[in-house]
């Protein structure tokens, strides 16, 4: 399995406005921008893992009541 996909929250300042996964930080980061405004940033979370893996974790930040595509 390649580990290629990156799990990341996008903050503005401390607070996480979504937290996700993707392929291409700087691509996504610039989706998110468009979305919430320039001043967010992308925070890396741990090292690129399998996509199964980090769909588990987008799971997990679902359960946990931080925003994701799958709490909208």
């Given amino acids: 399995m390649t580990r290629d996909t990156y799990k990341y929250h996008f903050k503005m300042g401390n607070k996480i406005l979504h937290s996700g996964i993707t392929n291409d930080l700087e691509r996504r980061e610039n989706e998110h921008k468009r979305t919430f405004g320039d001043r967010g ?30 709490s909208r």
């Fill in 41 to 70: 940033h992308i925070k890396k979370v741990g090292n690129a893992t399998t996509r199964d893996a980090a769909l588990k974790w987008e799971s997990e930040q679902t359960r946990r009541g931080n925003p994701t595509r799958r």
